[in-house]
C-alpha cells in the first residue's frame, strides 16, 4: 500500500532476537500522522517487541528507524520521549502512594513551559502539573483528579494516568499495548472515544492487540505481524475478520467455538456462603453460593481480582478459608466435605480435582524443569519406597506431546523454553490425563494463539463429555458466552448474578460484572 | 549510514542453547586465559618464571605422599561440607551456616571425648561421640529451618550468625575443659589413651574422611537425582506455589532438609575431633563453611561437579603456601592467583549464557546482507 506522505516513523528491515527466539525479523512498518493504527498478531508474533524497540525499551539488533524521513536512533526511554514517543505498556508503572500527578510529573527534568527545573533542586510546582494535567483531560476527555492517590484508583483510572503521564510529556505518537485487556465493555468504549479525539486533535495513536473486534471498532489501519514478520497493513474499512484471521494465522479458520448439549447433568460440587480473605485482611470472596454440575461448563466472569483466582484455589484445597462450605457430590447424592483439606487429602478421599491455575509456570509447571520432571509433579508419590518413578511420566510427556501437538524439540527441554500456548498444552495435558471429574481452569487461552486456543475449548469441551463438571474462569466475554452453558458473574468478591449462557448477551454480562445489574442471587 | 547514526558501541545477547562440549570448551579456555593472565601478572610482579611458579604448586599439592594425603583431607572436609550444602541451596534455602553447624558437631563430640572418658568404654565414647555430634549439627541447622517455615525468617543471617554463636560457645568450653591449665588450649584429648578416637584405616589417618567424603558425595548424588525427597525439595526451591499447588508441606520440607544439612555437617565435625585432628580450637573448620558455598556454587549444586570445584579450590590453596614458603613471597599472593583464576572461571558462565556484539562487526554484517 502506498501513501505519498512521509510517514511519522518508519521502521526499516528491523530484526531483534532473544536467544533461540527471533522476535522481530526483518519487519517494514510505516505509521502515519492522524491516524490510529492497530498492530494485530497473535501472542508472541512481536508485537510489544517491536513497539518497545520504537520506545526505546530494546535496541534492535538490525535495521534502521526514521522519523519523518530522517534516520534516528532510540536507545532509551528518554531518546523515545524526546522524539515525542510514549507507549503505555500492559503492566501499570505507577507509584501506589502517589498521587495522580505526583505520578505523572515523575522523572520530568524540566517544566516545558517555563524552563524553570522542577525535578533535581529546585521546587516542584505540583499546582502547575495540575492545572495542565486538568487542561490535557478537558482537551482529550479524560476523567482524572490530580490529588487522588494511585492505591485508591481503578484499574482504568490507573490506565488514564499512564496515558496522561505520555500526553503530560509531550508525546504525539501513543503506543498502547493490549489497553482493554483489564478493562470492562463499558470502560473500552470510553477509551476508544478519548483516543477518538486525540485522533482529531492530530496525534498519532499505535494500539496493540489480537481482538478483531477491537480492530475494526477504533483504527483506521491495521498492520499484522505473523511468527515476527511484517505480513501487511489493510485499511480498517476495506477489511474483515475472517481476512484479518487468515492473514494472521496465515490459514483459513474457523471462528466459532462448539457447546455441545449438556447431558446427564448432576450437581457435582456445591458451594456454600464461600468467604475468604486475604493475609492482609482484606475480603476476597464474600458470601459465595453456587452449584458446578457435571457434563457442563459453569464460565466466571469478572473484572480480574474480583476474587477468581481465590474461589478455585479454595476448592482446590489451597486457600484458608473463613467461613463456608465446598462440599463433593458423589454420583449417589453423598457429600464429603473439602474444607481443610490440602490437595493430597482431597485426592485422597477418591476426588479427582484437576486444576489449570492462572500463574503457569509459576504454580502449575515448574519453568526450570522439563516436560517429564513436570508430568512428575501429580505422580511422583506414586514411585517405590524412597525413590520416584521416572518412566511413567516420561512416557505420559511423549503422550502429551504427540496428542496434543505440543512443538518442543525434546521431553528433556525446560518448560520454561516453550511458547505459551506450548506451556499451557503442557500444563491441561496432564491435569486432564488424570481423568479428572473436576476441572477448574484459570485464563487457559490467556496469551494463547488462535490455534491453540481452539484446541483448548476442544480440551474442555471433551471433558464436558466426558461428563467432568468444568469451571472455566474466563477474561474474554465473548469466548464465556460462546463456550459456557451458565455464567457466573464475580464483583469485587460477591455473585453478581448467574445467567445462561446460551440466552445472555454482552451487555447484561458486562453490566454485572460492574454490579450495575443490582443484586441478583443464582 | 556512517554520518550521523550513532549505534551502541556494543550490546550483548542471550545466546541460543549451546552444546555441552562448547560449554566446557568455554570454561577450560576461561581457565586458560587465568594461567595466562597469572603468568604475566607473576612475571612482572614478582619477576620470577611463571613456569617454575606453576611447577612448584604441583609439587606443593602432588610433591610427597605426606602432601598428597593432606591435600585429600583437605578435600575430603571441604567435600563434605559442600555436599551437605547442596540440598539446602538447591532448595534456595541460603544456608551460610555450614562453618557453625560444623562446630557444633566438633564441640558435641569433644564434650564426650572428654566428660565420659572415665565413664564408658571406649567403644560407647566413639558411638556416643558420633550421636552427639550428628545431634548438635542438625539441631544447628534445625532452629533456622525452624523460623523460616514458621516464620518466614531471613535464612541468610540467621545461619550466619549461628556461625558466631557456635564459635563463641566453642571458646567458652575450650576456657573450662583447657589443658594444660593456663595454656588457653585444649591439646590432643587422651594423647595417651586415645580413647575416643577413630581406628586409622590402612594406617592412615586420613583415610576415613576420604573413604567417608566419597560415600556421602554418592548418597547426595542419587538423593538428589533419584529419591522423592529430593524432588520435592528441587520444586519447593523453583517455585513454592507449585509445591503447594501438588500438596508438598513447604515448611516441613525445609526443615527435613536442612536437618539432614546438619546432619552432615555434625558428622564432618565428629571426623575432625575424633579422627583427625583430636583436638577443638575455635578455628578447627578453617573457614570451610563458606568456602564449600564458593564450591557447591561452582558446580551448580551438583555433588560430582563439587569434586571437581573442590578439588581446584584446595589445589590452589596447597599450591599458593608452597610458592609463598619456596619463592618467599607474601603469603596473600596464593590468594591473589586463587581469586584471579575464580574470577574467570565464574566469568567464563558469562560467556556461556551471553554473546557480545562490537559495533564494528555489526555493521559489517549489516553491509554483508
Known amino acids: 500500500m502506498q501513501d505519498s506522505r512521509t510517514p511519522a516513523v518508519s521502521m526499516r528491515n528491523i530484526t531483534k532476537t532473544f536467544g533461540p527466539i527471533t522476535a522481530n525479523k526483518d519487519v517494514d512498518l510505516d505509521i502515519y500522522r492522524g491516524e490510529i493504527l492497530s498492530l494485530l498478531g497473535e501472542n508472541g508474533s512481536g508485537k510489544t517487541t517491536l513497539m518497545n524497540m520504537l520506545s526505546g525499551i530494546y535496541y534492535p539488533d538490525e535495521g534502521e528507524i526514521f522519523m519523518d524521513g530522517e534516520p534516528v536512533v532510540i536507545s532509551s526511554p528518554k531518546d523515545a520521549a524526546d522524539h515525542g514517543i510514549g507507549m503505555i505498556h500492559q503492566h501499570f508503572k505507577l507509584v501506589n502512594v502517589f498521587t495522580a500527578a505526583q505520578n505523572i510529573i515523575l522523572g520530568i527534568d524540566q517544566d516545558s513551559e517555563s524552563g524553570k527545573k522542577i525535578g533535581g533542586f529546585s521546587k516542584l510546582d505540583i499546582e502547575k502539573a495540575s492545572k495542565k494535567i486538568r487542561e490535557i483531560c478537558d482537551l482529550y476527555g479524560f476523567d482524572v483528579d490530580p490529588n487522588q492517590k494511585v492505591y485508591d484508583m481503578s484499574v482504568s483510572q490507573k490506565q488514564t494516568v499512564e496515558i496522561v503521564k505520555v500526553l503530560f510529556k509531550g508525546a504525539d505518537i501513543l503506543i498502547l499495548d493490549e489497553p482493554t485487556a483489564v478493562l470492562t465493555p463499558q470502560e473500552t468504549e470510553k477509551l476508544f472515544a478519548v483516543l477518538r479525539n486525540m485522533r482529531e486533535d492530530g496525534k498519532t495513536v499505535v494500539i496493540i492487540t489480537h481482538k478483531l473486534h477491537e480492530v475494526e471498532a477504533i483504527s483506521d489501519k491495521v498492520a499484522i505481524l505473523r511468527k515476527g514478520e511484517y505480513i501487511g497493513t489493510l485499511i480498517t474499512k476495506e477489511t474483515n475478520a475472517q481476512e484479518m484471521t487468515n492473514m494472521m494465522v496465515g490459514r483459513e479458520v474457523k471462528l466459532n467455538i462448539d457447546r455441545p448439549e449438556p447431558h446427564d447433568v448432576k450437581p457435582r460440587i456445591e458451594v456454600k456462603g464461600l468467604t475468604v480473605r486475604s493475609d492482609d485482611g482484606l475480603l476476597k470472596l464474600d458470601d459465595v453460593s453456587f452449584t458446578a454440575n457435571t457434563g457442563e461448563v459453569l464460565g466466571i466472569a469478572g473484572i480480574s481480582g474480583c476474587g477468581q483466582k481465590e474461589l478455585l484455589e479454595s476448592i482446590a484445597g489451597l486457600q484458608v478459608i473463613e467461613s463456608g462450605e465446598i462440599n463433593y457430590i458423589e454420583d449417589d447424592g453423598s457429600k464429603s466435605s473439602l474444607i481443610g483439606a490440602d490437595p493430597v487429602e482431597i485426592e485422597a478421599k477418591g476426588v479427582q480435582l484437576s486444576f489449570v491455575p492462572e500463574d503457569r509456570l509459576g504454580m502449575g509447571l515448574v519453568g526450570n524443569m522439563d516436560l517429564s520432571e513436570n508430568m512428575m509433579l501429580r505422580s511422583f508419590r506414586k514411585g517405590k519406597g524412597v525413590f520416584t518413578d521416572r518412566k511413567t511420566p516420561h512416557a505420559l510427556a511423549g503422550k502429551v506431546v504427540n496428542d496434543l501437538e505440543v512443538v518442543t524439540p525434546s521431553i528433556e527441554t525446560p518448560v520454561r523454553r516453550l511458547s505459551g500456548g506450548n506451556v499451557q498444552k503442557v500444563l491441561v495435558g496432564r491435569e486432564i490425563e488424570r481423568a479428572p471429574s473436576v476441572l477448574l481452569t484459570a485464563y487457559a487461552v490467556r496469551g494463547l494463539d488462535i490455534n491453540a486456543s481452539y484446541t483448548i475449548y476442544d480440551l474442555i469441551n471433551q471433558q464436558k463429555e466426558r461428563g467432568v463438571a468444568v469451571i472455566f474462569v474466563g477474561e474474554d466475554l465473548d469466548v464465556l458466552l460462546e463456550l459456557s452453558d451458565r455464567i457466573l458473574v464475580l464483583c469485587g468478591g460477591k455473585v453478581s448474578g448467574i445467567v445462561d449462557g446460551r440466552t445472555a448477551d454482552k451487555n447484561e454480562v458486562g453490566l454485572l460484572m460492574t454490579k450495575l445489574g443490582g443484586e441478583k442471587v443464582g | ?369
Open chain 2, 1 to 369: 549510514m556512517d554520518k550521523k547514526v550513532k549505534e551502541p558501541l556494543i550490546h550483548i545477547t542471550k545466546r541460543k542453547m549451546i552444546p555441552k562440549k562448547q560449554e566446557w570448551a568455554i570454561r577450560l579456555g576461561g581457565i586458560l586465559a587465568a594461567l595466562i593472565f597469572c603468568a604475566i601478572i607473576t612475571s612482572v610482579a614478582t619477576h620470577l618464571n611463571p613456569f617454575a611458579v606453576y611447577a612448584k604448586m604441583f609439587e606443593g599439592s602432588f610433591g610427597t605422599e605426606r602432601k598428597l594425603w593432606a591435600l585429600l583431607k583437605e578435600l575430603g572436609t571441604l567435600l563434605l561440607i559442600s555436599v551437605a550444602l547442596a540440598p539446602a541451596f538447591k532448595m534456595k534455602f541460603w544456608n551460610l551456616g555450614g562453618g557453625g553447624q560444623v562446630m557444633a558437631g566438633v564441640l558435641a563430640a569433644t564434650a564426650v571425648m572428654i566428660t565420659m572418658t572415665d565413664k564408658l568404654p571406649n567403644g560407647a565414647i566413639i558411638l556416643l561421640s558420633c550421636l552427639a555430634a550428628l545431634a548438635a549439627g542438625a539441631l544447628w541447622a534445625f532452629i533456622p529451618a525452624f523460623c523460616r517455615a514458621k516464620w518466614n525468617t531471613n535464612e541468610t543471617l540467621f545461619t550466619l550468625m549461628m556461625n558466631y554463636v557456635a564459635t563463641q560457645i566453642v571458646a567458652y568450653y575450650i576456657i573450662i575443659w583447657e589443658h594444660p591449665k593456663g595454656s588457653g588450649k585444649i591439646g590432643v584429648i587422651n594423647q595417651t589413651t586415645h580413647i575416643g578416637w577413630l581406628p586409622q584405616l590402612g594406617g592412615n589417618p586420613y583415610m576415613l574422611i576420604v573413604l567417608v567424603s566419597i560415600v556421602v558425595t554418592i548418597f547426595m548424588y542419587i538423593y538428589l537425582k533419584y529419591s522423592k525427597h529430593g524432588y520435592e525439595l528441587a520444586v519447593v526451591g523453583e517455585s513454592e506455589n507449585t509445591a503447594r499447588y501438588v500438596g508438598i508441606n513447604v515448611g516441613k520440607v525445609i526443615i527435613r532438609t536442612l536437618i539432614l544439612c546438619g546432619l552432615i555437617c555434625g558428622l564432618t565435625g565428629w571426623l575432625l575431633v575424633a579422627g583427625t585432628d583430636h583436638t577443638m580450637t575455635t578455628t578447627l573448620e578453617g573457614g570451610k563453611g563458606f568456602l564449600g558455598v564458593m564450591v557447591a556454587w561452582l558446580a551448580h549444586f551438583n555433588p560430582i561437579g563439587m569434586i571437581l570445584s573442590g578439588f581446584l579450590l584446595c589445589f590452589m590453596a596447597k599450591g599458593g603456601s608452597e610458592i609463598s614458603m619456596a619463592f618467599g613471597l607474601n603469603r596473600s599472593y596464593g590468594d591473589i592467583l586463587t581469586g584471579i583464576i575464580l574470577f574467570f572461571v565464574i566469568g567464563s558462565e558469562f560467556f556461556i549464557n551471553y554473546q557480545i556484539h562490537f559495533r564494528k562487526s555489526h555493521r559489517k554484517e549489516a553491509a554483508d546482507v
